[in-house]
């Protein structure tokens, strides 16, 4: 059994650096998005969930979880494997964090290290109906696969599951992200590298917003403009503001800013867009112009507004997107261990 020891071990604090780093970088993770892990001695040490990776190094932001127990209710597709709460080792848990939503993705990969991040530029291929094919040209030599979308958790570990080889270290998620695996925090972050750097590409470069239209519009309202500029270029490129508006198109999306994506009518401003809309948008798109964000919106709806506009402005304007189906969406939406997270978010355990 690992004993406290355990969490100062090298490798241990090695990816305590390597989380946070890419924590800190929006390209990667956004929020509280994303998760890595370290199994030692039968332990599986994850980010706990509704905690942010860029805190990793001055925080205790990992849970230890016992491997063999999790990974024998996986494969018995056992409810409890959903939360992996059951699983965590109370002794070296003092906070009593709940493990990360993706715990299972985590324990079912043998590599000793498993890095997940939201990457954007993952993400704008994996929402494209031929994302497969555009994969096969860029990551020809490595050993990865393409998981199609399911919903985060038990569904997903068993997608992966099905599609796991020996060998395989680099797996991306449909509509989700992108996950390596290593037996070293060295080797994880190379071959992390390596991947983000053969899926980059340009953005298509956005006009800069007209902030005294949107300030015009907010006017009167709970609106404000949003913390970072880059998240006007949603709207403001308008072959990003056509891609918005058609869906959702990954998970965080749906759970920090809700379905879709609001986009104002010509002439409406942020009040008449709220009159007309049963509850009031996170966020709201004025094409050509800009965005507007929610007086009270937190730091994890404003992480990803500004990712939504990172994702679509690296999409093809003539793609062929797959939107998260109104079930995916309903499911999303409905499911405990994402209010417990979005609960943490609204508390401002995660602000710092």
């Known amino acids: 059994m690992a004993h406290s020891g355990d969490n100062h071990s090298s490798e241990f604090c090695m990816l305590r650096s390597l989380s946070a780093s890419i924590g800190a970088d929006p390209l990667l993770v956004q929020g509280a998005g994303g998760n890595t892990s370290i199994k030692q001695a039968g332990v599986l040490w994850i980010k706990a969930s509704g905690t942010w990776l860029k805190n990793a190094r001055d925080d205790e932001i990992m849970v230890p979880v016992a491997l063999a127990p999790l990974l024998d209710a996986v494969s018995h597709r056992s409810p409890a494997a959903e939360a992996a709460g059951q699983f965590t080792l109370a002794d070296l848990n003092p906070r009593q964090l709940r493990p990360s939503i993706e715990t299972t993705v985590h324990a079912l990969l043998p590599q000793k290290i498993v890095v997940h991040v939201h990457c954007v530029e993952t993400i704008s291929i994996a929402v494209q109906a031929n994302a497969e094919a555009l994969l096969e ?4 030599g490595l050993d990865w696969a393409f998981v199609p979308y399911r919903r985060p958790g038990l569904p997903l ?9 020996p060998a395989t270290n680099v797996l991306v998620l449909g509509n989700h992200g ?3 695996a290593a037996d070293t925090v060295a080797e994880a972050a190379l071959l992390l590298q390596r991947v983000t750097g053969l899926l980059a590409r ?4 956005a006009p800069p917003p007209d902030l005294d239209a949107l300030l015009r519009l907010a006017a009167g309202s709970d609106y404000r403009l949003p913390a970072s500029t880059a998240a006007h270029a949603v709207a403001t490129d308008l072959a990003s503001c056509r891609i918005a508006a058609s869906g959702s198109l ?5 759970i920090f800013l809700g379905v879709g ?4 009518g010509p002439g409406e401003n942020a009040a008449a867009v709220v009159a007309r809309t049963a509850a009031a948008p996170t966020s709201i798109l004025f094409p050509g112009k800009g965005v507007l964000m929610r007086r009270e919106a937190n730091a994890g709806a404003e992480a990803m507004a500004r990712c939504l506009a990172d994702v679509v402005a690296r999409v093809d304007g003539a793609a062929r997107v797959n939107y998260l189906s109104p079930k995916e ?5 409905n499911w405990d261990a994402e209010k417990y997270r979005q609960q943490l978010n609204r508390e401002g355990a995660t602000l710092q």
């Open 137 to 140: 040209g860029r990551l020809r």
């Open 157 to 165: 570990a068993q997608a992966i599951a099905e599609r796991l080889k």
């Open 178 to 180: 992108l996950v390596v």
């Open 202 to 205: 340009q953005p298509r470069p």
């Open 250 to 254: 990954y998970p965080d999306h749906v």
């Open 261 to 264: 994506s609001v986009i104002a």
């Open 329 to 333: 969406n309903a499911e999303l939406l």
